[in-house]
């Protein structure tokens, strides 16, 4: 699915055709309105904010005041939109769902980033994210700089707890995930099997709510491969575990706990 698409599906599930409320107005095509930021937050979703309002109607006109990535200050006026009246009021609430949500995503990567002492470890976003917006929040995400962990099923292998339960020899199904030619990535719960697991051709080991303590630990014993934590890391902890040694950290707060922005749109 790309961008067009997404929205249009969107759209299609606000009924944008079918408003009740704006049939009611009289049809005015010389209609003006306002973009206004309530709070401050770096910027992201311009392309899919526009693209709503020219999905609905091609002559809509958008003037952009700011750019994706942007630092906007509360009561910035972010842009101007002009068009129909019918038109614009259709597109609101879509354009708006769009920029504020990723926003919203992207100004918490960055605030991640800015945060981690450890510059050198790649931050990574999840498949954690509302069904069918892992489009928007992940492209949130890699313009914040934060790549995704895997994007989807297909994108890599990814032995957790629950397949090594489901295999009678679960290193056996390790060698055969390496035999595949992909990336592969294997989830450790405790430091015994990290110690072992970290002795086979995979891609990166995932130690998952592991403490800081327990992460020293196994990078004292001089691991092969890189290596990736997660498990309930957030702003507050993340220098806790931005420990020498380690190349990613998983975050699953990025996708999950969405703080939308607050914006609205003004006809003036």
Known sequence: MDRQ????????????????????????KKCKAIIKAKESF???????????????????KIKLKVKDGDLVRKNKIIGEIYGANHAL???ERVAL???QTMSGTYDKCIRFRKKISNKKI?????????????LPLSEACNAAGCAPHRYDLSSSI???????????????????????????????????????VSNLKISRILLDNFTPAMIKSFISSNPKGKIDISGSIN????????IKGVHYISIGDLTKNIESKDLSMLIV
């Open 122 to 134: 790649q931050l990574l976003h999840t498949r954690k994210t509302i069904p069918l917006y892992r």
């Open 158 to 196: 990814l032995i957790k707890e629950n397949h090594l339960k489901l295999a009678s020899k679960p290193l056996d199904l390790i060698t055969k995930a390496i035999k595949k030619d992909k990336i592969v990535v294997v989830e450790a719960k405790t430091l015994k099997f990290a110690k072992t």
């Open 42 to 60: 770096h910027i992201y979703g311009l392309k899919w904010f526009s693209d709503v309002f020219k999905s609905v109607n091609k002559s809509t």
């Open 235 to 242: 702003l507050s902890n993340i220098n806790k575990f931005a």
């Open 97 to 99: 769902n769009y920029l």
């Open 89 to 91: 009021l259709n597109s």
């Open 5 to 28: 698409q997404h929205i249009k599906l969107a759209l299609t599930e606000d009924q944008y055709k079918k408003d009740i409320t704006t049939k009611i107005l009289q049809l005015d």
